[in-house]
């Protein structure tokens, strides 16, 4: 998957949260949740477009870092919206499902990002 595609995938995810949250019944809790998802989530694309405009290496990573954390705290809401009981399950496993992967593709491109900062720099 190129830097295109995940740029547009980093979009889609923020736009199924937004549809998603629109749907929900309102609640004191489920409004604090929801607000929460949508700031993580819409964060997940903006911090990955940044970082694809990172100045160094160094930057990069520290970008992708943050954008590792902000999938996984989506996945964090979504299930304290189903384990609280307040969603059904089954409208949120599309959502926890493309968080749990996204989340797992920016730790592997941390990762390699880590990887090779640290051999660019043993052959200097």
């Known amino acids: 998957m190129d830097k295109t595609e995940l740029k547009r995938r980093t979009q889609r995810f923020a736009i199924d949260v937004i549809k998603f949250v629109e749907d929900l019944p309102a609640g004191r809790s489920l409004n604090v949740l929801s607000n929460q998802l949508l700031r993580s989530s819409s964060s997940v694309g903006a911090n990955y477009r940044s970082a694809c405009k990172g100045k160094s290496t160094a930057d990069f990573i520290n970008k992708i870092v943050i ?5 996984d705290e989506s996945i964090y809401w979504l299930e304290l919206m189903e384990e609280s009981g307040l969603i059904k399950s089954e409208t949120i496993i599309p959502l926890k499902k493309e968080a749990n992967e ?3 593709i920016f730790t592997a ?5 880590k990887v090779n900062q640290k051999n660019s720099k043993n052959n200097k």
């Open 67 to 71: 954008v590792e954390e902000e999938a």
């Open 102 to 104: 996204l989340t797992a």
């Open 109 to 113: 491109i941390g990762k390699t990002a």
